[in-house]
Every structure is written in C-alpha cells, then in structure tokens.
C-alpha cells in the first residue's frame, strides 16, 4: 500500500490540485522537448515550394501563413513574388491564390475563397484557392503617367506639375510611385508629401470604370508617424462628383475604402484625387486605386 | 559532541553549500552557453566603455608610478573615460572590463590593436580563461546571475525549508527572458540581483542592526548598477508601513528603521564613490542622469500585433497597453512556475492559519517593543506583503501608460525572484502534501528531491529550448515562438541575433566589401572581429536609410518596425527573395540579401 488513502478522502481537492500541477509539470517538460522536432524543416519548404512552383500559373498569388513566415516563402518562392505583387493594395484581383501554411494558419488573403487542393509537406500545408477575381478596369498606380498634376492654391489658382521620367515635379512637391511602408507593411504606392494651405490634385482624364473604385492610403515611413501628427484628407472625385474622402493619420494603417460607382459603370470617367493636409511636417502619403468590378 | 556537530553540519550543507552548489550550477550552465549569444547593442556599447573606464584605472596606476597622482583626477581625464555611457551609473562596466583586462586571451597586437577603444602600449599580462574577449567581459554578469540564484535562496529561507527554497532559486533563473539577459554584459539581472540583495539585507535589518547598515551600502551598490535602484526605497516603505500598521492605528508614527538612515546616508555616498563621472558636477550630473530617465523616449516595441512607440492617447489602447506587464508575464514565465506561484499566493494569504502554517518557516517576535535598531522585533515581518510589493511594485511601474516598454519584460525582472519565492511556497506545499499522501517510507524520503525535480524540470527544458533566442520564447499558453510570433508579441531586440549568420555572411562577403549591417552597431561587428568571428576588414556600408543603395549584401533584423529597411532592401537589391534566412523553431529573425544583376523593374514585369 504506497498511498494514504484517508488522507486521500479527506483532502481530495489538495490531492487533486497536486496531481494537475504535477500533470501540467510533465506536459510542459515535454511540450518543451518535442514542439521543437515539429518546426517545418528547410526540406518541407522547398518540397512545398516546387508543388507551388509545378502549377504556378502568371497572375497567382502566393502567400504563407502565419504571414511572420513570408521571409521563408519569399526565401524559396521570392521570383514568383516580386515586389509588384509583394506591395500589393490587396488581393482582390487574384483568383488562384497558393497558400504555404503551418499550424492550422489561414491567410488573411484567402478569405472568401475556396480550398481547390490540398497538399501536405511535411509541417506545411500547401493550399491552392481559388475565388472570382476582381477585374480591374484601371489600375491608378501602373497607369499614373496618364494623369496630369498641379498645386491648386486657395484662390483658385492652379499651377500644372511637369512629368517626369518618374516621378510629377511640382513647385514644393512631387509625386510618383514608391515602395512604402505604411502601417509596418510594404505597400506600392503613389508617393507624395502634401503641402499646408494648397491642393495637390491628381487627375486621370479618362478612366474606364468598373462597379467600385478602390482606394487605399496610408502615412509611409514608422519614424515620421511617430514624430509627427498631422491629418492628411485624399479626397476621390469622378467627373466632378465626390466619391469621399480618405481621412488618414499616424494611427489610420493601411486605410481601404471601397466607393460605389455602378452607376457608372462600363463608362469613362475623369477622376481626380485631391491632397490637403492640416500640418504638412512629417507627412509622407502613399495611396492606390484600382477601378474595378469586384 | 556528535550530537553537535550533526546538526552543524547539516545546517552548513543547507545554508551555505547548497547554495553554493546552485550559483555555480548557474554560472556553469551560462558560461556553456553565452557563447551562442550574439552580441546586442547596448552591450557592445557597455564593452567599449568598460574597456575605457577600466583604461582610466590603468592611468591612475600610470600615473602613480609617475609620481602624477592628482593627473588621474582631473575633470577631463575622468570625463575623457566616464563621460562614454554616462546615462548609466558605472560599476557593472567597471567590473565587465576589470574582468576583460584580467582573464581574456590576448590577441592584441596584432591587427586587432586599433580596435581597442584605448591604446594598447603592449601585450598585457592576462589569465586566459577565455578564448572569446566578449566571454571575459560578460564574466561579472555570469558570476552574479549565480549569486542571484544564491540570493534567492537564501531570500526563500527566510520563509521557506530548503527544499522549496531551493526550487524557488532555480526557478528564479529558469526563465528563457530571464536567462536570455543573465549572461550578457548588461544591467538588467545585475539590478535584479541587487534588488533581492537589498531586500534581504532590509528583511534581516528588521531584526538585527548590523543588516541595517550593510542596507545602505547594498543599496549604493544597487544605485551604482541601475536607475531602477531609485524605486526600491519605495517598495521598502511600502513594507514597513504595513508592517507596523499597528503603530499607525494607536496612532504614533513608526520609528524610522536604521535600514531606511543607512540608506539616505550610505547609499548615495557608495554610488558617488564608485560613479567617477559625477565627481567634478555630482548635483548637476545627478540632475542630468534622473532627467534622462524620467524622460526617456518610446522605441518601437511589439505587443499584441501593434508596433507600440508613442504613449496611446485613446482609452482604449490605455487599457490595452495596462495589460502588457501581466500579458507579457502569462506569456512568458513557465506555465508550471505560475501554477505554483498561484498555489504560493493562496498559501501566503492564509499564513497566519494553522493549516497552511508548516509550509512556511516559523519566526515568531522575538521582543515585546521594537527599536529603531530591531524596527521588526515584536512584530510579524508580513513575508506575503514584502513579497507582494516587490513583485507588483515592478510590475506596476511599467502598467503605467506613460511608461515606455522598449525593453518589455527585461524592465520589470526584479519582480521575478520574489514571484519565485511565491512558487517555492507552492512547491513545498505539493511536497508536503505528496508526503502525507505515500505510506511507503522509502516513498516519502524520495518524494522531495524528486518532486522538486520535477516542478523545475519545465522551467529547465524550457530556458534550455529558447538558448539563444530567449527574448522571442513564449511558454505553452502562447504556443511557444510560433505562438509567441502569431500573437504578435515582441520578438527580439537590439540586433544581438544576427550572430548565427555570421558564417553565411563571410562566405558570401561581396568583392565590393559593401555590407549593410541594419541594427548591428558598429561596436558590436568591432567585438565580433575581435572575438575572431569576423574576419578583419570585414565591410561596414554604415547606419542610415541612405547607405542601403550603396551595398550589396544586407540583413535585417526583423521586428516590426524595421519593415522599413527589409523595403530599402528590395528596392535596391531588385529582390524580394532572401537569400538566408535565420530562424529559431520556424520564426525568421534575421533575414539576408543579396544584390542580384538583374535590375529591379525586370523582376517586377
């Protein structure tokens, strides 16, 4: 007889209390030495990545998730991510969607899409999904050599910005597309500082829109948002009617607003982005569009 | 006389050897692994000026012998040394290169001597304990975290029997956040240490007046270590107040303890003399040193997905940010060591009644009126409250909204040792519990050691497991790093981790030599090379968004906040596909690139 069992009758909640810590002791000794055999191996990467890269079609998306692991898929995958498609605005356009996941993760990325095949690599989950693709009617961020740009001062007066190879050059500002990091993620965006006291508009004369004009900014570069709070108002017009206005500040992250424009749909259409900000110092934007049918 | 000399014996084996026994355990135990651990910026930056502080002793030697003794002390040769890192007081550095001076293996006379901060005149005469510089600096550390474990012990025995006492001291180290900052060369477990010092030596004080003045002295040691040495006065009172609530009842003012004048006496006197930078301006230069901590900017910090660096204005993310201290401590203390901690704090709460009384060590009142030399005489020493305060008081400082987290569970370590003491109270009750529950004699002698075996063996296999990543190891609740990193909890810091990529690094060192170190300081490379790690000449393209263009190898320290750089690097490079990648159980911490030929607007079509 090893054990007492009055005293086990008499003081079972301590008994049992003892015995879960004890229990919890154990499992936390070996969670410790085994949770590490479990981590997906360089071996299970590039066995997923050459499934992903067998039936990678131009226009897929490939995304790991959790997303901290995306430096590891970029590492095997990175020329079938390029930076086009790393900064994306989102991936509403991408139908086929290759998901490297580990842990029951799910990308953010897939959602409303369906799983089309599934494969196991050793620790990782290769998922294919797929969903209706938004078609993009005009991409503002590839097409910004179309727009024209000038400083509008308060009297109405409009002085035009001169086109160059990269980039419009205002008096006091300029204008082109830059990889940005907005709300700690790398986005591709139309860059530009916006100036106190004047509009810089940005006008695309003849856009073929689709059901929703999408429009996505945010403040690029952690230093600048944390040193400096102005508010920055991007506001979206078509053919003279505003759409709305994105209202983005230090804390607003990647701000995505999608705007109803049905009405016009399968039309052209002059849409016109105008940049106003309260304190202009530290204030570094960076905005896309997409017109689209979603 | 055998009688005796038995229970001697046995008492030295359990208050002295054992101990003993556990600090050089922990000591052991980080010497064999330090070397894994890269070296972070503050403490590449606490090597240079210990090397420089320990170069102004040389010069006060030097100029002894030269019959100059007065020249050492003159305002610019102390500012010439101590003015380097002056935010913080100088002893941990004093003893980092003291310990360099002493037990490195020398090498250098060679092309390594203009990598010394001082000059090197000649080979100097050293005990070459360590082939690594970086290990003899970091020696002092080492050896502390080992009297902390001691401490710990000893701090629990006030309470405790030795067994439970003992599992306390363990798990006082066995913490991966812990570990991880117990063997560099920098001040976080050194202040740690000497809190449990000061608090020991206050807790005894209450009883015993030469404990009373050794009070001011370890607290000067403590102001001389770190800034948080300014709360612990705080705490004590705190204490004491509770202590003898009694007095204030009556009502009558309790008698100031000779602890508390010692303190106020003995203690700026002992920071003053071990602080030569504050000898030419010691009221202006204290002003500076308080002022730059009391306003001490937010660096980035990672926390439940934010990237943190600004005080939050709305009341929403005030909340959320109180939480970070204990969120942070679910997170990342062993699951098995809080168990045990909740178990203690029961037990502490009902002291005072019979059926939790055995666990703890009795020591009743020992006079019927105290004196301001034996303030805790004739009265309970209210052990759960000293454990209470110390262990909240941390805690709470770093709840406060207002306070910056940069250094996230690093800034309320001290808790940790007093929230042990907790867990070792819940030990003993488990081994007391267990005992009464096996019949079998043989059972009941064996149970101790082997339950205490097993309630440290988590905290063991855990701090081993996070080696030498601890600041990214999160416990079972959060899932470990790959839970730790999908809660968007904090990484890493200070760029120590690019260590591992060091090999990868020099074999693929580009013929431009331009390389692009990100959050490695420059004194932190300068050590590397000194260590033998990287080769001399090894490139340095510098710090800055504007030199990324310009080289062609790069890595990026991965934190939130640094998306920025890993852009830069994209950009200039024309990839997005690392060509290494560091990672610790799965999570990238480092990522490094290379220069490809092709240009960035082909990759991108």
Known sequence: ?294 | MSGEAVPTVRRWRREWLLPLVLAMATSAWMLAVEGRQGIGRDESQYFRAGERYWGWVESVWNNLRQGHPARAFTRAAVDGAWDDNHEHPGLMKLLYGTSWRLFHKCDCMGGKRGLHPIPISGKPVTLPLFRRESSAFRFPAILLAGLGVALAYWLARRMLRPTPAAVAAVLSVAQPHYFFHAQIACFDVPITVMAVLVALAYWKSLRSPRWGILCGVFWGLALATKHNAWLFPFFLLAHYLWMRRGDLRRPRLPRVPLAFVSMATLGPLVLFMLWPWLWHSPVQRTQAWVQRHMQHEHYNFEYLGRNWNLPPTDTRLKLLRVTFPFVSTLFTLPVTTMALAAVGTVLFLRRRRRDGASVFVAAPPRALRPSWLRPGADVDRAGGAFLAIHIAGPIAMVALPSTPIFGGVKHFLPAMPFLCVLAGAGAGWLIQVAGKLAMAPRLRRALPLALAALLCAPAVAETQRSHPDGLGHYNLLAGGFAGGASLGMNRQFWGYSALPLLPWMIAHRPASNRIYWHDVLHDALIMYTRDGRLPLGIGDAGVGEQVVEQSDLGIVIIEKHFTVYEGLLWRAYGTTAPSSVYTHEGVPFVVAYERRKTRPELLAK
């Open chain 1, 1 to 294: 007889m090893f054990i007492d069992r009055d005293y086990l009758r008499r003081r079972r909640v301590a008994v049992v209390l003892g015995a879960i810590i004890v229990l919890l002791a154990v499992v936390e000794t070996g969670n410790a030495l085994v949770a590490p055999l479990r981590t997906p191996s360089d071996r299970d990467w590039t066995t997923a990545a050459a499934r992903v890269r067998a039936e990678f079609r131009t226009g897929d998306l490939i995304v790991a998730a959790p997303a901290w692991a995306d430096p590891l898929m970029r590492q095997k995958l990175g020329d079938l991510v390029p930076q086009a498609v790393a900064g994306r605005m989102d991936s509403a356009r991408y139908g086929r969607i290759w998901e490297i996941s580990q842990r029951g993760a799910r990308a953010a990325d897939t959602t409303g899409a369906a799983v089309a095949a599934t494969a196991r690599c050793g620790g990782l989950t290769v998922r294919r999904w797929e969903k209706p693709p938004a078609t993009v009617t005009f991409d503002f961020l590839t097409e910004w050599r179309q727009a024209s740009m000038a400083v509008v001062h308060a009297d109405g007066v409009e002085i035009p910005c001169t086109q160059g190879a990269d980039r419009f050059q205002c008096v006091g500002a300029a204008l082109g597309p830059e990889l940005l990091e907005i709300d700690t993620t790398l986005r591709n965006g139309l860059a530009v500082d916006p100036v106190e006291g004047v509009t810089l508009a940005l006008e695309f004369p003849a856009v073929p829109l689709g059901r929703e004009l999408t429009v996505a900014a945010g403040l690029h570069n952690v230093w600048l948002r944390k040193s400096s709070d102005g508010k920055v108002r991007l506001r979206v017009l078509a053919d003279g009617r505003e759409l709305g206005t994105v209202l983005v500040t230090s804390t607003s992250g990647w701000s995505r607003q999608g705007y109803d424009t049905a009405a016009l749909a399968g039309q052209t259409a002059r849409v016109r982005f105008e940049i106003t900000v309260d304190k202009a110092h530290g204030r570094h934007l960076g905005f896309a569009a997409e017109a689209r049918n979603p």
